[in-house]
């Protein structure tokens, strides 16, 4: 096993790693950029390097900087998170030639896999389900029509060489054609310098169901079963389920042999998710493979029982998986949460700023991964992602009914988070039942009211909570020294909790 591995990431993942590296008793080094120097993840690792300014550009994806630290420090291997240089190629051929392990997949599975086309051929040829669409990339409108006289409309216009909803067009009708390919290529260039863009059948109202999967260096493969992402906001997800409520013993059987089997076609090794999307007859079809540790993966864990990150580690430090497909069920529901700086009382705005006060759930089957702490200033250079609240109970309406509770005990005031939205979805009848799909967002988001009065009384609760809980330490504190306690502070906070 490593002595010593680099944590190439900030915020709840890169304390999620760190946190793995302590249990395993490995050293740890992790870097940080200006807007990060009190950053929560500098906090956990054993040695920490500045590297560079705040902007991304000038830090997290300098490749170059973070082979230099990892070879002044020592650090065996890299890990990259998610995000930032997790799934870029480059990254991972420095590190081969730098001879560091790269914790992940081999270069040329992530270079295969992060190009749709390239990607969508292979599974063909292995016989993994695709959505119909072009053989390869759209140069022109005319190349365009003769795919759509073949398979219809809708369709979907996507970038080859990226994903996150960037590069994505939706085309209903012909004369929407010409506009919908300038602006795809147009975006794919300017997000991924690739303006490549290929065409698939659109499908209406489908669900995204995904397949964690672990593959060692020695060609053995096993998948950890299903997670739900259907609840997405422009194509970035939300809030993520596992079991599915729609999947069965025999769906989620075919489904992992096919998360298998493009696992093998790709050469892939290290732990991978393989994304699927779901009609509305129960057929399911390849969507894209993320070469990385999914933001998604605790949900995975609840459920099976299962640590990824060290399974990762193992596998990149050449150990064969001690896993074995009949063994791994799923044991009761989980859910998480993303909790995001945005306002989804104002279209889901960016929300940056200082925390003020933080109180975070706990209590029986709950999980909160957070990078962030009392204090702390959430920069405007990265992703909103600040935290991920999970739940786990025996079955869904009881997971369901967890959360609920968490969200409402958890506190984060300085700044606007998603969770008031989070709060609403869990209260949603559809959602409650397991009715639900990808466009499930926005056919709810013009409908949805926020109930402002009970997150304002939520906040004085805490509040009052903060006061007395101080008033109580103070008392205790004054018993103990014989030092009383002057009257005139507790006649001060006692006018204070009357006047809330």
Not at 17 to 23: A, G, N, S
Not at 100 to 111: M, R
Not at 289 to 296: A, G, I, S
Not at 416 to 441: C, R
Request: hydrophobic share 40%; with cysteine; glycine share 8%.
């Amino acid at each position: 096993m490593f002595k010593k591995i680099l944590v190439a990431n900030r915020g709840e993942i890169a304390v999620r790693v760190l946190r793995t590296c302590k249990e395993m008793g490995i050293k740890s080094v992790t870097v940080y950029s200006d807007a990060d120097r009190t950053a929560l993840h500098t906090l956990y690792a054993d040695e920490v390097y500045y590297l560079g300014p705040s902007p991304a550009t000038e830090s997290y994806l300098r490749i170059d900087k973070i082979i230099d630290i990892a070879n002044k420090s020592g650090a065996e291997a890299i890990h990259p998170g998610y995000g930032f240089l997790a799934e870029n190629t480059e990254f991972a051929k420095a590190c081969e030639d730098s001879g560091i392990v790269f914790i992940g997949p081999n270069s040329w599975a992530i270079e295969l896999l992060g190009d749709k086309i390239a990607s969508k051929v292979t599974m063909t040829k292995a016989g993994v389900p695709v959505i119909p669409g072009s053989e390869g990339a759209i140069k022109d409108e005319a190349e365009a029509l003769k795919v759509i006289e073949k398979i219809g409309l809708p369709v979907l216009i996507k970038a080859a060489g990226g994903g996150g909803g960037k590069g994505m067009r939706v085309v209903r009708d012909k004369k929407e054609l010409s506009t919908a390919i300038k602006q795809a290529t147009g975006e794919a260039q300017s997000a991924f310098g690739n303006p490549t863009i290929f065409i698939e059948k659109f499908l209406e109202q489908p669900r995204h169901i995904e397949f964690q999967v672990l593959a060692d260096n020695y060609g053995n493969v096993v998948h950890l079963c299903e997670r739900e992402c259907s609840i997405q906001r422009r194509h970035q997800k939300l809030i993520e389920e596992s079991p599915s409520a729609i999947m069965t013993p025999e769906l989620r059987e075919k489904m992992g042999e096919s998360a298998i089997k493009a696992v093998k076609a790709s050469g892939y090794n290290n732990a991978g998710t393989v994304e699927f999307m779901v009609d509305r007859d129960r057929n399911f079809y390849f969507l894209e493979m993320n070469t990385r540790l999914q933001v998604e993966h605790p949900v995975t864990e609840l459920v099976t029982g299962i640590d990824i990150v060290k399974e990762q580690f193992k596998i990149a430090a050449g150990e064969r998986l001690s896993l074995r497909q009949e063994e791994i069920k799923i044991n009761g529901s989980a859910i998480e949460c993303r909790i995001s700086a945005e306002d989804p009382e104002n279209n889901f705005a960016p929300s940056t700023g200082k925390i003020i006060e933080l109180i975070e759930p706990g209590g029986p089957g709950v999980r909160v991964e957070s990078g962030i702490y009392e204090g702390f200033e959430v920069p405007i250079y990265y992703d909103p992602l600040i935290a991920k609240l999970l739940v786990w109970a025996p079955a869904r309406r009881e997971a369901i009914e967890r959360m609920k509770r968490a969200l409402k005990e958890y506190t984060i005031r300085g700044i606007k988070t998603s969770i008031p939205f989070h709060l609403l979805v869990m209260e949603n009848p559809q959602f409650i039942a397991g009715d639900y799909d990808t466009t499930f967002i926005d056919r709810i988001l013009g409908k949805i009211e926020y109930k402002k009065e009970n997150h304002e009384i939520a906040a004085v609760a805490a509040v009052v909570t903060k006061l007395l809980q101080e008033q109580r330490a103070t008392i205790s504190q004054a018993k103990s020294t014989s030092a009383g306690i002057s009257s005139w502070k507790l006649s001060a906070r006692q006018s204070m909790l009357r006047k809330m």
